[in-house]
């Protein structure tokens, strides 16, 4: 029986192929709870997940407020404008306030890269990164490998081209080690000054060539392009980033048939996605967004209900999760 | 007063002495070596199975006071020099308020009077409040004590106020030195940029932001005769750099720390601020090149960059860390040990790059066992094995990615003007 054993989940770059297979697993079934009726399952009854913002989020935040809701714990906002950050408290200091209260997990988004990373060596709670800084955004990038699987029934020697700001990018970052695990070829396309080129050390090619990028991809993955690198001299003009580097209708011909194109979102029309495209039979990005949900509800299951939490607060034993297939 | 130490290996690097001796100490002075040697006047410490050297002249060290006493002091920064072997330092002028004038430098002297247990030597700002725009009166703080100027932890930017600097500077001939960093490059950044940045998903510092301002800091060096010195040198490219404009004959000297030869950027896995330093820890390649330039000469001499921060200072997201580690007790054991198995020198050349090369670089007495010469020496005992211990630093601060590391030989005692001044009573 496979088992996760980490208490946190805050990157997929030391993260194995089997812990990766487990998630996506568990997601599968975590979406067909999603196709009931009733879709709430009690297994995280009783438990509190905070979800900790310090950065703005509609899509994340509402996914993770979701998953927690429908695996029926209690869930508490936190968000920078209304916290005691604003006070001067560390990280650390917020959050062992929130344990004592009786949290069980903390989902942190951070602007700051390792903030979750650090949270974790000193709490005992299991803490989710739900995107640090510029270096991962493990849920989304799971989310994704969940969606190609689904479509193309596996990620081995499948060719995934990554689009955008992969310098900055923690989409970009998470799905490179979650699909060079699960046996993909990622090719990152983007201009030099947003595509590292020390990337490639890390068994990724890299294009700035955006047709050349595209030949013969099984799944392209366009990355929001953020208006705020224009004025760091990332690029000179929307316009011309969208001319360079934007997904036609014409360019995808070039991919294979079958093609999967997604978005982490939220998309700019017309910008790095024509709207022709978002919109056309490939797109699956709305469907990434529904797995969203699965993946998440599967990492808080595993990391939430696991093992470690057999003795205490026994009197309300926690469905097995085969108790909830059944 | 006299002392003699008898019998001690007596290693001097300046003239290459090694030799079992008995050394003379008279008053603040050393007044005579040789083996046999006697003075029925002095006291006499026997030092069998000892070794002697001229104390360890350390030109780039932080004591943080004033305004960061909470890092460090001169009290608690001098007590790790003298139990690290260190008998000298210069003081970088980084305080709050920054050293920028005369009564900052005799502050200094002042407190290192009341308070102090090694010589320390201060460095003034090269700019006003550190802020690289207008220059800093070196006149008068040379009147006051200080041996050279930086506006270290924060490069000059501005070229022009740069080139102003080292022409001013050549009425003194004291030397001027660069924190070479391009901060337009460096913004925001915290590692080298390189694969383990990759890893880390961090937006690293480039090699470039260190080499860019070296070599435009070594071309106004040769069109104004100053002499300049670099900081903490890290790059292949700088230690590049700084061989060819020496060979044009361009006053330039070089320092490099012991983290730059010891670590790479591999060592900040798992976003560890005990490896967080500016400039950051680079590669492998860096290191060979590094140690191929204190072979030939290009980089003169080790300092620690001895940058104490307190433990909550580090205990933060990697990012909002500061930079820098302590250095001053770790200086010598990872000299004689780690250090000594990447560069395989003797044991003279070793100690010269930290008693009569620095001495010369900043133009300081010391560093020298010679009848006459400030009697600031170490006495070592070569055998005993043991561990680096943060925990049992003198220094105010803990911040170091060296604890644990096994070394052999401890310091056994240090003198500064002929008296003891470590192990501490």
Request: aromatic content about 6%.
């Amino acid at each position: 029986m496979r088992v996760w054993r980490r208490k946190d989940c805050l990157g997929l770059r030391d993260v194995s192929r089997d812990e990766i297979e487990l998630v996506l697993d568990t997601a599968r079934t975590m979406k067909e709870i999603q196709s009931r009726t009733i879709k709430k399952v009690p297994t995280l009854r009783g438990k509190v997940a905070v979800l900790l913002f310090y950065e703005p989020s509609t899509r994340t935040r509402t996914s993770f407020e979701l998953s927690a809701t429908r695996l029926s714990a209690d869930v508490v906002n936190i968000e920078t404008a209304t916290s005691s950050v604003v006070k001067g408290e560390t990280l650390v200091d917020t959050a062992h306030n929130l344990r004592v209260m009786g949290t069980d997990v903390i989902i942190l988004r951070h602007s700051i890269t390792g903030a979750p990373h650090h949270l974790a060596e000193h709490i005992e709670l299991p803490v989710i990164n739900a995107g640090d800084g510029t270096n991962e955004h493990p849920t989304q990038a799971l989310l994704d490998m969940f969606t190609i699987r689904e479509h193309k029934g596996t990620l081995d020697g499948l060719v995934v081209t990554i689009v955008g700001d992969v310098l900055h990018g923690r989409v970009a970052h998470s799905n490179m080690w979650g699909l060079l695990t699960m046996g993909a070829k990622v090719r990152f396309c983007g201009p030099p000054t947003l595509v590292n080129p020390q990337m490639k050390d890390m068994g990724v090619e890299i294009y700035h060539d955006l047709d050349a990028a595209i030949e013969g991809a099984d799944v392209i993955n366009m990355l929001r392009i953020q208006k705020e690198r224009m004025t760091r001299n990332f690029f000179p003009s929307i316009k011309e980033y969208s001319r360079i580097y934007g997904l036609t209708m014409e360019r995808l011909k070039r991919a294979k048939p079958g093609v999967l194109v997604m978005h982490p979102g939220p998309i700019n029309r017309n910008v790095e996605i024509m709207s022709d495209v978002a919109d056309s039979d490939s797109s699956v990005i709305l469907e990434q967004v529904t797995n969203g949900i699965a993946v998440r509800m599967a990492l808080l299951y595993l990391l939430v209900s696991g093992e470690k939490e057999s003795s205490k607060k026994l009197d309300e034993t926690p469905p097995l999760f085969e108790e909830i297939n059944g | 007063m006299k002392t003699l130490i008898q019998n001690a290996r007596v290693l001097d690097p300046a003239s290459r002495t090694d030799q079992v001796m008995n050394v003379l100490l008279d008053g603040d002075r050393i007044a005579a070596f040789a083996p046999g040697l006697s003075d029925p006047e002095a006291v006499c410490v026997d030092a069998t199975g000892l070794w002697l050297f001229p104390g360890l002249i350390d030109i780039h060290v932080h004591l943080r006071e004033p305004g960061f006493e909470g890092k460090e002091t001169i009290y608690t920064g001098t007590r790790a020099a003298a139990a690290g072997g260190v008998t000298a330092v210069c003081c970088m002028a980084n305080t709050n308020p920054p050293i920028d004038n005369k009564t900052g430098v005799e502050f200094i002297q002042e407190r290192v009077a009341k308070t102090g247990c090694v010589r320390v030597y201060p460095i003034g700002t090269v700019t006003k409040g550190m802020e690289g725009k207008e220059l800093a009166p070196l006149g008068e703080m040379i009147e006051a004590g200080a041996v050279g100027f930086s506006d270290d932890g924060r490069g000059v930017m501005d070229t022009q106020v740069m080139r102003r600097i080292l022409e001013y500077s050549t009425i003194f001939g004291t030397p001027i030195i660069s924190h070479e960093e391009d901060h337009s490059m460096t913004e925001n950044c915290h590692m080298n940029e390189g694969q383990m940045s990759v890893k880390l998903g961090m937006i690293g510092m480039p090699r470039e932001a260190e080499t860019i301002i070296i070599a435009r800091d070594l071309i106004l060096a040769g069109k104004t005769g100053a002499h300049i010195h670099f900081a903490h040198v890290s790059t292949k490219e700088s230690v590049d750099l700084i061989r060819f404009y020496k060979n044009k004959g361009v006053k330039a000297t070089a320092e490099t720390a012991p983290h730059y030869l010891l670590l790479t950027e591999e060592a900040v896995e798992g976003f560890n601020t005990n490896a967080k330093m500016n400039p950051p820890l680079r590669t492998r390649e860096d290191q060979d090149a590094l140690v191929e330039g204190i072979l030939d000469g290009t980089i003169d001499c080790i300092a620690t960059d001895h940058a104490p921060h307190s433990v909550y200072d580090k205990d933060q997201e990697f990012p909002l860390a500061p930079f820098g580690i302590v250095g001053l007790e770790t200086l010598l054991p990872l000299l004689l040990n780690q250090i000594q198995e990447k560069l395989k020198l003797d044991v003279l050349s070793l100690l010269s790059l930290v008693t009569n090369k620095p001495a010369r670089v900043m133009r300081l007495p010391g560093g020298v066992l010679a009848p006459g010469a400030p009697a600031d020496l170490v006495v070592w005992n070569p055998d005993p094995k043991w561990t680096i211990e943060k925990s049992r630093f003198y220094s105010k601060s803990r911040n170091t990615p060296f604890d644990g590391w096994p070394v052999q030989g401890k310091v056994h005692a240090t003198y500064v003007a002929g008296k003891p001044v470590y192990p501490f009573t």
